[in-house]
C-alpha cells in the first residue's frame, strides 16, 4: 500500500518547537492546546494541506521556527549570502511572496541575499533580495536597471525582473550587478 507523504513528515523534532514560539508567530493566538494539537496531527498526517486562513498562518509559523532551528539547511552565508528553498517547500508554501518574508523574518540576514531554488542536485537562481537597514532616511533611492525607486522605509516590495544580470545602485553607492529571475527583485525595509 502506498504511503502518503508530506513536507512535514521531513522536519526533524517538529513536535519539540514550543507552541508558545509558534504562538509568537500568529498575528491572531490560538490556544496553546489548540496548537498543540494542530502539531500533533501534522506530525501524524504531513501530507494534510490548508484548508482555512487560520491552518495556512500555524503553517507559515511552523516553518519560520524550523528555519529558525536549522538555518544551515535554509542559508548559506560563508562567501555570499544565499537563501536556499528547497522544491518542495516553494510548492507546498504559496505565494512566493510571503514565503521569502517568513525567510526574511526567521533568518534576518542582511545586506544583498541570492536566492535559490533547490530541486534534487541542482540550484537554480530565481532572484535576490536587497535588505535595507535603517539609518533614519525614510526614503531610500535605488536606481535598477535604469529605472529609478522610492523606497520607503518599513516597506516590502517585489519587482519581477526576471533579467539573470541586472545593475543596482542604492543612493550614492557603487553600482552593482545581482541576478533576477522567475523571483526577480525583492526590497525589504521593514
Do not use: C, W
Amino acid at each position: 500500500m502506498p504511503k502518503l507523504t508530506g513536507i512535514f513528515e521531513t522536519i526533524i523534532d517538529l513536535e519539540n518547537i514550543p507552541v508558545t514560539d509558534i504562538n509568537d508567530s500568529l498575528a491572531q493566538k490560538r490556544d496553546e492546546h489548540e496548537l498543540e494539537n494542530f502539531i500533533a496531527n501534522r506530525i501524524l498526517y504531513p501530507q494534510t494541506i490548508p484548508i482555512s486562513k487560520i491552518d495556512f498562518d500555524i503553517d507559515f509559523a511552523v516553518l519560520k521556527e524550523v528555519i529558525k532551528r536549522d538555518s544551515g539547511r535554509f542559508f548559506n552565508d560563508t562567501l555570499i549570502n544565499k537563501i536556499i528553498i528547497p522544491k518542495d517547500i516553494e510548492a507546498r508554501f504559496p505565494p512566493i511572496s510571503r514565503l521569502i518574508m517568513t525567510y526574511l523574518d526567521a533568518l534576518e540576514p542582511k545586506g544583498i541575499i541570492q536566492v535559490l531554488l533547490r530541486e534534487e542536485d541542482k540550484n537554480m537562481v530565481i532572484g535576490s533580495i536587497i535588505k535595507l537597514e535603517s539609518d533614519g532616511k525614510k526614503i531610500t533611492n535605488i536606481l535598477i536597471a535604469g529605472k529609478s525607486y522610492l523606497i520607503s522605509q518599513g516597506s516590502f516590495t517585489i519587482l519581477p525582473l526576471p533579467d539573470r544580470h541586472i545593475s543596482i545602485k542604492i543612493d550614492a553607492s557603487d553600482e552593482i550587478v545581482i541576478s533576477g529571475g522567475k523571483l526577480g527583485i525583492v526590497i525589504d525595509a521593514r
